[in-house]
């Protein structure tokens, strides 16, 4: 099978989205598959929308030698009138690999109204879907106001191999102040800066917060969460750790005891299921799918991220109550057991390729 794949940027890009995307394309190609990457400039919004009428991208596609074209959604403002250009012209079909909707974050209501309106017109123009949740399939749906063909594909959390029973039993048994743990890029969804408020009010109990993410991703952000920390007294409680190798990573998800994730929305959330790996249950978002991993009070909680006072009550169970965290911190490893493997994953996603190119040809 040829394929094509459409990327901003490059394919080694720290995120879950690209790190789903790389996991796809190394499968493909191990199983003899050829996959053509087509990288489009990442710039702003606007300069998106502006590649629609730049010639040189509705050509690269229809000079492609494929079976199949992948496009991550993430680049729908660029696609969705270069789709319709060579819909005509092109013989292999169009699919959509979908981490979350850019209309789902928050943005304020114009600017949803417009992400919306595009989204829902490159949804449009494409062919079938690779959803890495139900709930994401069933907003993207939702918006697309149709269904087609497609696949829910969960990522795999296996990236490390874990922490057993044993060791987590240990860990959460251990004396001294509980380490906190921030996975994400410096950037406003991912809701460090709701995290800090609500700490700012535990300074009386033993914790400490580790925060991975690259800073560079958005500078003025990161520079106001360090203003924010510096503001509400804790320097001396948060460590900014930024970009880390996954070898660094792993040691930083080995020596944690709770993930704190107060995201605005996130489609899956791999960094859930990865701690999860380790025993460490994570207190996220009720927006997205984050409930399609975490059983709210049985192995994690669920919060409203902007709710400071509920972020921080919640946290306080997990320092006030030992035997609530190491009970948490089990089933939290239970629950990760129970989804697949990435390599299962993406040899779904290759079949459902498979099965599609055929049935398209028919």
Known sequence: MKAG???????????GGYLYDRRLVETLRSAGDTVEIISMPW???AHHLGHNFQARWARSLIDLDADVLLQDELNHPSLFRVNLAIRELVTFPILAIVHHLRSSEEHPQPLRWLYRLVERSYLQTVDGFIWNSETTRQVVQGVAGFSRPGVVAYPGGDRFEGLPEAEITRRSRRPGARQLLFVG???PRKGLHRLIP????LKQAAWTLKVVGDPSVDPGYAQKVLRQVEETGLVDR???LGRLSEDELEQEWRCSDILVLPSSYEGF???TLEGMSFGLPAITSRSGAAHELVEDGVNGFLVDPANPDALAKTIWIYLSQPETLLKHSLAARWRFESFPTWDQTTH???????EFQKDSHR
């Open 269 to 271: 959330g791999i960094v």
């Open 238 to 240: 948060i460590q900014f």
């Open 348 to 354: 779904k996603i290759r079949q459902f390729l498979l």
């Open 198 to 201: 609500a700490l700012g009010t």
């Open 43 to 45: 710039q702003n919004y």
């Open 185 to 187: 890029n410096l950037i």
């Open 5 to 15: 794949l459409v990327i901003y940027a490059v394919l080694e890009t720290m995120s």
